[in-house]
T-cell receptor, first 117, second 112 residues
Framework: GAVVSQHPSWVICKSGTSVKIECRSL??????MFWYRQFPKQSLMLMAT?????????EQGVEKDKFLINHASLTLSTLTVTSAHPEDSSFYIC?????????????FGPGTRLTVL | QQQVKQSPQSLIVQKGGISIINCAYE??????FPWYQQFPGKGPALLIA?????SEKKEGRFTISFNKSAKQFSLHIMDSQPGDSATYFC???????????FGAGTRLFVKA
């Protein structure tokens, strides 16, 4: 168990358009979901922490109006990149913490490769 | 107190050798010490983790050692295999849904 899916796995879009990425915990309820972005050969950079039913907490330097996060249920969080630009091209990864686990083991999704032309 | 330092940045090991990766942290509130493995184009996956009440944990070829007083923990990969070639991240965390700070990562290459 503890599978996290992301959709789509890759997306190409034109500059100025918006893209929505879904993150689902398939077989467990998630207390918290995290969104990361990762540039080539770099570490994961936390963008925001998302708790079901409440507003996401964004990291310093992350534009909340550009990266909209909605945590609609205990199994679904979405990241919408609004008015995307080429510099937003990156690998976006979500993770989830199980509601029934004491420790912060994060279960990661497979990632979404975003390319903005 | 959220800085996490991981070393080395990259590592080349011969097949059958031992790979050692280290992680130092500052925040004494951390109570969960995992190592994640990531292959290119994939999301990270938990490899092994330790809690502060034990000093060592072994799972197959992977061992994690924890030194609470030094605020360090390390990953040892015994009998390293080409399939272990990946990027490894330490990501100490605090229980309760608090955000995790990832180390910079170690790119391991195991030569056949």
């Amino acid at each position: 168990g503890a599978v996290v899916s992301q959709h789509p796995s890759w997306v190409i879009c034109k500059s100025g358009t918006s893209v929505k990425i879904e993150c689902r915990s398939l077989d467990f309820q998630a207390t918290t979901m995290f969104w990361y972005r990762q540039f080539p050969k770099q570490s994961l950079m936390l963008m925001a922490t998302s708790n079901e039913g409440s507003k996401a907490t964004y990291e310093q330097g992350v534009e909340k109006d550009k990266f909209l996060i909605n945590h609609a249920s205990l199994t679904l969080s979405t990241l919408t990149v609004t008015s995307a630009h080429p510099e937003d091209s990156s690998f976006y990864i979500c993770s989830a913490i199980r509601r029934d686990r004491l420790y912060n083991e994060q279960f990661f999704g497979p990632g979404t490769r975003l390319t903005v032309l | 107190q959220q800085q996490v330092k991981q070393s080395p940045q990259s590592l080349i090991v011969q097949k059958g050798g031992i790979s050692i990766i280290n992680c130092a942290y500052e925040n004494t509130a951390f109570d969960y010490f995992p190592w994640y493995q990531q292959f290119p184009g994939k999301g990270p996956a938990l490899l092994i983790a330790i809690r502060p009440d034990v000093s060592e944990k072994k799972e197959g070829r992977f061992t994690i050692s924890f030194n609470k007083s030094a605020k360090q923990f390390s990953l040892h990969i015994m009998d390293s295999q080409p399939g272990d070639s990946a990027t490894y991240f330490c990501a100490p965390a605090r229980t309760g849904g608090f955000k995790t700070i990832f180390g910079a990562g170690t790119r391991l290459f195991v030569k056949a």
